[in-house]
């Protein structure tokens, strides 16, 4: 079955890195999402990963995926204030072109 | 990227009403979507939107309560019938762009409140 866990909530000093964790369950999951939400708007898609990686390097944010004990984090590097929001994981069991089952999302909270 | 955008972008109606939802996208898109996200909650799919037939509803949402329309590739409704306030949610809307494979991206959402 489909199941996506996040801690949540996560709070950091602005400057510092952020790591935002999530854990699924069903291993036919092919491709991994993470997703922004800003107070009052909608989804914004900030990066994704196949499953047949291990990293994705995309400037401040860094994917990294363990199939095995299907963990998969999200690390924002020299966090801002303007990183605050929800960040979701959603993963995909066979591409883009079928559902998104989401995380429970977790609250990243930047602090001066 | 596709540029998506819903309407209206909130609404407070009263129970027993109806409310329909627009997605429009800027371009043609293969497979659209439609969620919703409870408050305080996380996104669940309701129902994906096929262009030239019925809309596929995932468990727990039926066609009744959540009527849906696809005359095209760029466009979608959604209807929520017959309103109680347990239907007060953001309604989001999402597309998969073909030209950039498994990638789904969401429109800003309509905020409903149903009193």
């Known amino acids: 079955g489909e199941d996506v866990e996040q801690s949540l909530f996560l709070s950091v000093r602005e400057g510092d890195s952020s790591v935002i964790n999530c854990t699924y369950t069903?291993?036919?999951?092919?491709?991994l999402y993470w997703y922004k939400q800003e107070p009052g708007a909608g989804l914004q898609l900030l990066t994704y990963i196949f499953s047949n990686m291990d990293m994705k390097q995309d400037q401040r944010l860094t994917v990294l995926l363990n199939k095995k004990d299907k963990h998969l984090s999200l690390r924002i590097a020299d966090t801002q204030t303007g990183d605050s929001a929800i960040y979701f994981c959603?993963?995909?069991?066979?591409?883009?072109?079928?559902?998104?089952?989401f995380g429970t999302g977790t609250q990243l909270k930047v602090e001066l | 990227s596709a540029v998506i955008s819903q309407k209206p972008s909130r609404d407070i109606c009263q129970r027993g009403t109806s409310l329909t939802i627009q997605c429009q996208v800027d371009?043609?898109?293969?497979?659209m979507f439609w969620y919703r996200q409870q408050p305080g909650q996380s996104l669940t799919l309701i129902a994906t939107a096929n262009q030239g037939s019925e809309a596929t509803y995932e468990s727990g949402f039926v066609i009744d309560k959540f009527p849906i329309s696809r005359p095209n590739l760029t466009f979608s409704t959604l209807t929520v019938s017959n309103m109680s306030p347990e239907d007060s949610s953001i309604y989001l809307c999402?597309?998969?762009?073909?030209?950039?494979?498994?990638?789904?991206?969401f429109g800003p959402g309509t905020r409903l409140l149903v009193l």
């Open positions: 999402s597309v998969w762009d073909s030209e950039v494979q498994e990638t789904q991206y």
């Open positions: 069903d291993s036919s999951s092919t491709y």
């Open positions: 959603a993963e995909s069991i066979r591409g883009g072109g079928n559902k998104l089952t």
């Open positions: 371009s043609q898109v293969t497979m």
